[in-house]
């Protein structure tokens, strides 16, 4: 079992940046998640299906929804297992609570989210 939790969510005013984390931890497999496993972005805003924001693949390649590319940059740190979304220009559409995936094994697992408030 791996379990994730995120951290970083809050309120901003429109134009401002956060920096969110999701640390990943249980078994000794976990060492390697966000190397080994392609891992993702997810949000829901109130009212609305969840949404993938970005992913990251085990050899590099990252990929963003189009409302985000050029705003959202994913990253992943394997020496402290975590995996990071810097979020800059921040919209209000950009309000959400915020969860990171990682899917091992055709298992798929999920934190408890973040809140992220983009105030205008």
């Known amino acids: 079992q791996v379990q994730l939790v995120e951290s970083g969510g809050g309120l901003v005013q429109t134009g401002g940046s956060l920096r969110l984390s999701c640390g990943a931890s249980?078994?000794?497999?976990?060492?390697?998640?966000?190397?080994?496993?392609?891992a993702k972005w997810f949000r829901q805003a109130p009212g609305k299906q969840r949404e993938w924001v970005a992913l990251m693949t085990p050899h590099g390649p990252t990929n963003y929804r189009e409302s985000v590319r050029g705003r959202f940059t994913i990253s992943a740190d394997s020496t402290s297992n975590t995996m990071y979304l810097q979020m800059d220009s921040l919209k209000p559409e950009d309000t959400a609570v915020y969860y990171c995936?990682?899917?091992?094994?055709?298992?798929?697992?999920w934190g408890p989210g973040t809140q992220v408030s983009v105030s205008s």
């Open positions: 995936n990682v899917e091992i094994h055709m298992k798929a697992y």
């Open positions: 249980g078994t000794a497999s976990s060492s390697n998640v966000f190397s080994a496993n392609t």
